[in-house]
């Protein structure tokens, strides 16, 4: 490694295409980026003495060390390092918001490594190049094991268990596997063909997939339980966070969840009928809500030729610089999305009072007041409504995306009778439920989180599964000692 790379480079990432021309197609958003330049940034990492960013990666991926193989121009090298902590750097190399970087030492003063990069960069040669080949085990032991779920907990559990010689078959309950993959992320952050080629790899693999099987609806639960030797539940949290107030239940105020999946069946070439049809097209569209799922709801309305966009976010406004002390913590600072820069307006510190409608129970605006938030001398904020500050804007389509509570409890949960957390969440000890070869991972067990953690979890839950099974496992995973004894 050139260890005065940082010095020579500056960061360096993927232009976007020009807002007014991404927003008339669903493609991925970035310009090419040459494989020179993403060696040059591959550079810039100082091969710390203690890396930090090994801790903000929730994978824990080898950073540094596939840094080094991408500067020496070994990319098999890169690719083996990467693929032994990560399933999925396809994924994670689009759409995850990087902690890694904030963890970056180079990133206390300068702008750190362009790490998310240079993981997609790996993976997308490794493709080209042959290097990701389908690698069904050797022997397999003869263990049947299912599991509920294919979003990006349940699928890398699959190719864990999958890899130990497990006969895996994943449940889901849609018509098309991937979970919040498929129908939550936009076309434009992840194209699904990326998807496909992995499940298409996966399934060369040995992995079963049956769609549009709902365990605890169209198959019992119990069944499941006696077919197989462990059951994985990864159902993700699916459950929205409610807004009780007035004018609610008016038409056109929608969860987002509803909506997105909905635009993902429209890029699909799904037919969506026309009553069930939501539209941003020439509407006043408000966005409740300023996470990565109103922002994906921002870029979807854009898309359809929205009239206005604004998004609302209950918090005030954050800095737009980190200080010193938030690393190698994810500082709070104020970041704007790509669906942002499409056209959107902002509002800071709002607390929505009631959506009003016309005659015919069509929402039509939305009252809200502006919030004066204040700390106390133990630190501790607060707010109090300014009734100066109340006002309607227009709102012919609303979107509630304020997170999700919980998983579902009617079905799956209830028939198997699984213990639950005060969190509401499935109970565990080690990714084990309280019933006997019924284990837990992803949001089911630790709640709204990224796909990068849920992909962790997958993966721990499956050395969790292979131990139960076998008596021990030879597969990666994060360092456990609670695990390895249990």
Not at 38 to 60: E, I, K, S, W, Y
Not at 84 to 113: D, K, M, W
Not at 441 to 446: L, Y
Request: charged share 25%.
């Amino acid at each position: 490694m050139d260890a005065k790379g940082f010095l020579k480079y500056n960061r360096e990432t993927p232009k976007s295409r020009k807002p007014q021309e991404r927003v008339k197609d669903y493609k991925e958003i970035y310009e090419d980026f040459s494989e020179r330049k993403t060696v040059q940034q591959a550079t810039r990492c100082m091969d710390c003495g203690v890396p930090f960013c090994h801790n903000g990666c929730p994978l824990g991926n080898i950073i540094p060390e596939f840094n080094e193989a991408v500067y020496d121009e070994d990319w098999l090298r890169a690719y083996e390092i990467l693929n032994s902590t990560n399933n999925f750097p396809e994924f994670t190399g689009r759409i995850c918001p990087a902690p890694c970087e904030s963890a970056c030492v180079l990133g206390i003063n300068q702008p750190p490594v362009a790490i998310e990069h240079i993981e997609k960069a790996i993976i997308e040669v490794a493709f080209e190049r042959g290097y990701v080949r389908p690698q069904p085990p050797v022997l397999r032991t003869g263990k049947k094991v299912a599991i509920v779920g294919s979003g990006p907990g349940g699928l890398a559990a699959a190719a864990q268990l999958n890899k130990a010689g497990h006969l895996v078959t994943v449940f889901e309950k849609s018509d098309r596997l991937g979970g919040l993959l498929r129908y939550g992320i936009p076309d434009f952050k992840l194209e699904k063909w990326v998807l496909e080629r992995r499940i298409a790899l996966m399934q060369a693999e040995g992995i079963r997939f049956k769609t549009s099987v709902e365990v605890g609806g169209n198959i019992d639960a119990q069944h499941i339980l006696q077919e197989f030797d462990a059951v994985l539940l990864a159902g993700g949290s699916i459950v929205p966070r409610d807004l009780t107030i007035p004018g609610k239940n008016l038409k056109g105020v929608h969860y987002a969840m509803d909506y997105l999946e909905q635009c993902n069946r429209r890029v699909a070439g799904d037919v969506i009928p026309e009553k069930d049809s939501i539209n941003a097209k020439g509407k006043h569209v408000v966005v409740i809500g300023g996470g990565d799922t109103g922002s994906d709801c921002v870029g979807n309305a854009n898309r359809q030729g929205a009239a206005s966009i604004t998004q609302l976010q209950y918090h005030i406004q954050p800095s737009s610089k980190a200080e010193l002390t938030d690393w190698p913590n994810v500082p709070l600072i104020y970041t704007e999305s790509s669906s942002h820069q499409e056209g959107c307006q902002r509002e800071w510190a709002i607390l929505t009072k009631s959506f009003l409608g016309d005659k015919n129970n069509l929402v039509k605006s939305l009252q809200i007041v502006t919030l004066d938030w204040r700390s106390d001398e133990t630190g501790k904020y607060s707010f109090q409504e300014q009734p100066d500050f109340i006002k309607e804007i227009p709102c012919d389509l609303a979107f509630i995306a304020i997170g999700y509570a919980h998983p579902k409890y009617e079905g799956l949960l209830q028939q198997l009778g699984v213990s639950l957390n005060e969190r509401g969440n499935v109970k565990d000890s080690n990714y084990r439920t309280n019933l006997d070869k019924v284990f837990v991972a992803g949001d089911m067990r630790r709640g709204q989180s990224l796909v990068v953690w849920a992909i962790s979890e997958g993966r721990e839950a499956a050395r969790a599964m292979d131990i139960y099974l076998m008596g021990e496992t030879q597969l990666e995973g994060k360092a456990n000692s609670e695990l390895m004894l249990a």
